[in-house]
């Protein structure tokens, strides 16, 4: 059985081999918001049929009653019920299905398309660096996993193990990856033996499984995500210093060059840190819909550790023994769900121009019954659809004539579509065409001379501008406090706080018991209202220093240096 008391069933494949599988039932709050996605689709259906049948009876309630409802639209506020609204736009735009496994979710075309272009992007930046592209296996044997202590203990709880094939017990115990470390690592000690061999430097695209938490969130916290993890092993330290500092700033250019979310670049306290490593480098995001921050992706520097477990030796270049100096990161899924929160609003997702897989659609409407007008409007929506797709713009072509304009324009927000393009019998006579912002809901004439590049700036503008929204919205909700009582009336105002902090795993256990207790002053019946521990987020890399004697805003401690950020966190 898996650990936590997963409990294991007994399949078959094909030819008859046996093999072993993990069941575990959805808890209280995936059934309630599978049930509920269940009922929002046979809605959204209901709504549909509706729409095409008043638009064969050429009936106006029918079509009023599609454009209200828009096949399924949000329903729960963003300010009001953050969960319901996140549980809503993930399933109503057609980002991921529930499955019958507990935190484990299906990630549907338009999330996956998402994930694509942050793997393409992170993947060419990599490759170009010298990185290298590999694949190692899913199963590692329990000696291996608890070769190095401190590494296992960080994992433990999530570890999920394979203890049965069939009916036959294995004679020892097999986890399934919660990260790679220790199923890498011997084979590194195999393929290093000179200083020639040097550097190392790989990459994995692939899953893995952690599996003991509560309350899963679609892409944010599952028990299987996707992600990629780089490895290397190199002969300095100097190089492993530089190498977890160029990945970091390619996390950073992910999230704020493609997904519009602004990052605070940081060292993780000790007792954040990776398990086994000498020190952990972190981009952190804020939501400011919840107030929470998020881990965002990480870079560590491992320093010999590993090397001295699997015994990861060279021969320097004046023919003495060396250890390796080793650097690991990793970049998941999550990056989706965080450009859902920061972006989404009440009427659904709202997504970055560079991620979108549909940039454009345009949406004819016709008038009156002229189908000789009809038919020239939607030839016209054809070409012009064509001319943006040659210029290398995503764009869609709504042309269904069972829908309503309303029911369209309701059904790409949504979904997310950074613009939406209306051409009518107006702009047939005046040669151009409506563009209408996703974001803001800004309109614009634009002729259809010039048209593609019109287009290209305003998706630029988009990009650009959703970014520095959230960076302001971000900015605006960082607080500098030197007392504990600034730092709770910071933190129960929904917001990261910079505070002088002496560093010690100590101080930091007894700020997280002393802030959960504080909260519960705060609590209140509002669903907005948010109370819990805070955690060290990160030690942000650019600040200036303190004057001498700045002490510590919690323990009281002298000589702190530096400050660092605060938050309650996912």
Same mark, same amino acid.
């Given at each position: 059985?898996?650990?936590?008391?997963?409990?294991?069933?007994?399949?078959?494949?094909?030819?008859?081999?046996?093999?072993?599988?993990?069941?575990?039932?959805?808890?209280?709050?995936?059934?309630?918001?599978?049930?509920?996605?269940?009922?929002?689709?046979?809605?959204?259906?209901?709504?549909?049929?509706?729409?095409?049948?008043?638009s064969?009876?050429? +009936?106006?309630?029918?079509?009023?009653?599609?454009?209200?409802?828009?096949?399924?639209?949000?329903?729960?506020k963003?300010?009001?019920? /953050?969960?319901?609204?996140?549980?809503?736009?993930?399933?109503?735009?057609?980002?991921?299905?529930?499955?019958?496994?507990?935190?484990?979710?299906?990630?549907r075309?338009?999330?996956?398309?998402?994930?694509?272009?942050?793997?393409?992007?992170?993947?060419?930046s990599?490759?170009?660096?010298?990185?290298?592209?590999?694949?190692?296996?899913?199963f590692?044997?329990k000696?291996? !996993?608890?070769?190095e202590?401190?590494?296992? $203990?960080?994992?433990?709880?999530?570890v999920?193990?394979?203890?049965?094939?069939?009916?036959?017990?294995?004679?020892?115990?097999?986890?399934i990856?919660?990260?790679?470390?220790t199923?890498?690592?011997?084979?590194?000690?195999?393929?290093?033996?000179?200083?020639?061999?040097?550097?190392?430097?790989i990459?994995?695209?692939s899953?893995v499984?952690?599996?003991?938490?509560?309350?899963?969130?679609?892409?944010?916290?599952?028990?299987?995500?996707?992600?990629?993890?780089?490895?290397?092993?190199?002969?300095?330290?100097?190089?492993?210093?530089k190498?977890?500092?160029?990945?970091?700033?390619?996390?950073?250019?992910?999230? $704020?060059?493609?997904?519009?979310?602004?990052?605070?670049?940081?060292?993780?306290?000790e007792?954040?840190? /990776?398990?086994?490593?000498?020190?952990?480098?972190?981009?952190?995001g804020?939501?400011? +819909?919840?107030?929470?921050?998020?881990?965002?992706?990480?870079?560590?520097?491992?320093?010999?550790?590993?090397?001295?477990? /699997?015994?990861?030796?060279?021969?320097?270049?004046?023919?003495?023994?060396?250890?390796?100096?080793?650097?690991?990161? +990793?970049?998941?899924?999550?990056s989706? +769900? *965080?450009?859902?929160?920061?972006?989404?609003?009440?009427?659904?997702?709202?997504?970055?121009?560079?991620?979108?897989?549909?940039?454009?659609?345009v949406?004819?409407?016709p008038?009156?019954?002229?189908?000789?007008?009809?038919?020239?409007?939607?030839?016209?929506?054809?070409? !012009?659809?064509?001319?943006?797709?040659?210029?290398?713009?995503?764009?869609?072509?709504?042309?269904?004539?069972?829908?309503t304009?309303?029911?369209?324009y309701?059904?790409?927000?949504?979904?997310?579509?950074?613009?939406?393009?209306?051409?009518?019998?107006?702009?047939?006579?005046?040669q151009?065409?409506? !563009?209408?912002?996703r974001?803001?809901?800004?309109?614009?004439?634009?002729?259809?001379?010039?048209?593609?590049?019109r287009?290209?700036?305003?998706?630029?503008?988009?990009?650009?501008?959703?970014? $520095?929204?959230?960076?302001?919205?971000?900015?605006?909700?960082?607080?500098?406090?030197?007392?504990?009582?600034?730092?709770?009336?910071?933190?129960?105002?929904?917001?990261?706080?910079?505070?002088?902090?002496?560093?010690? *795993?100590?101080?930091?256990?007894?700020?997280?018991?002393?802030?959960?207790?504080?909260?519960?002053?705060?609590q209140?019946?509002?669903?907005?209202? !948010?109370?819990?521990?805070?955690?060290?987020?990160?030690?942000?890399?650019?600040q200036?220093?303190?004057?001498s004697?700045?002490i510590?805003?919690?323990?009281?401690?002298?000589? *702190?240096?530096?400050?660092?950020l605060?938050?309650?966190?996912?």
């Open positions: 059985n898996f650990s936590g008391g997963v409990h294991l069933l007994r399949t078959s494949d094909m030819s008859g081999v046996e093999a072993a599988v993990a069941k575990m039932e959805l808890s209280e709050d995936e059934k309630k918001a599978k049930a509920k996605a269940a009922a929002e689709e046979k809605k959204r259906k209901k709504a549909e049929k509706a729409a095409a049948m008043a064969k009876k050429g +009936g106006k309630g029918g079509q009023a009653d599609a454009k209200q409802d828009a096949g399924g639209g949000m329903t729960a963003k300010s009001e019920d /953050f969960s319901e609204w996140y549980s809503q736009i993930v399933t109503k735009a057609e980002l991921i299905d529930y499955y019958d496994v507990s935190g484990c979710y299906i990630l075309p338009s999330a996956y398309y998402i994930w694509d272009q942050v793997k393409d992007f992170f993947d060419s990599i490759k170009a660096m010298g990185v290298r592209n590999t694949y190692f296996p899913l590692v044997s000696s291996v !996993l608890e070769a202590a401190d590494h296992i $203990e960080g994992f433990a709880p999530e999920a193990w394979v203890t049965r094939s069939g009916k036959s017990e294995l004679s020892e115990p097999l986890a990856r919660p990260t790679s470390e199923i890498m690592y011997p084979t590194f000690a195999k393929w290093i033996r000179s200083h020639r061999d040097l550097p190392v430097r990459n994995q695209w899953n499984v952690r599996w003991e938490f509560k309350n899963p969130v679609p892409f944010i916290r599952s028990r299987e995500f996707l992600w990629q993890e780089g490895h290397s092993a190199f002969p300095t330290n100097e190089d492993a210093d190498e977890v500092h160029t990945i970091l700033d390619l996390y950073r250019r992910v999230y $704020e060059e493609l997904l519009a979310v602004p990052m605070v670049m940081g060292c993780k306290s007792k954040e840190k /990776f398990a086994g490593g000498d020190y952990t480098l972190t981009v952190e804020f939501i400011p +819909g919840n107030g929470r921050a998020i881990q965002a992706a990480t870079a560590h520097n491992l320093g010999q550790n590993f090397a001295k477990i /699997f015994d990861i030796t060279f021969e320097n270049e004046e023919k003495e023994k060396s250890m390796v100096w080793q650097t690991s990161w +990793g970049l998941t899924t999550r989706v +769900g *965080v450009m859902i929160m920061v972006h989404g609003d009440d009427k659904g997702l709202v997504c970055p121009p560079r991620v979108a897989e549909s940039q454009v659609v949406v004819p409407i008038k009156g019954k002229d189908e000789e007008a009809k038919t020239a409007l939607f030839k016209k929506s054809s070409e !012009l659809t064509d001319t943006l797709l040659k210029a290398g713009i995503r764009t869609t072509c709504d042309d269904r004539v069972n829908y304009p309303g029911y369209k309701n059904y790409w927000e949504l979904r997310g579509v950074c613009l939406r393009m209306e051409i009518g019998s107006r702009d047939m006579e005046n151009n065409v409506v !563009l209408v912002r974001d803001t809901r800004e309109k614009m004439i634009v002729p259809w001379e010039g048209l593609a590049e287009v290209q700036q305003e998706l630029e503008r988009m990009q650009r501008d959703m970014l $520095e929204r959230a960076r302001q919205e971000r900015d605006s909700r960082i607080t500098k406090a030197d007392t504990w009582d600034g730092f709770m009336t910071a933190l129960n105002a929904r917001n990261m706080v910079l505070v002088p902090w002496c560093e010690q *795993v100590a101080c930091e256990e007894a700020i997280k018991k002393r802030s959960a207790k504080d909260s519960l002053e705060f209140t019946e509002d669903p907005a209202a !948010l109370t819990g521990a805070a955690k060290s987020l990160c030690i942000p890399l650019q200036e220093p303190l004057a004697g700045t510590c805003f919690a323990c009281g401690a002298q000589g *702190v240096l530096r400050r660092t605060f938050g309650r966190s996912y």
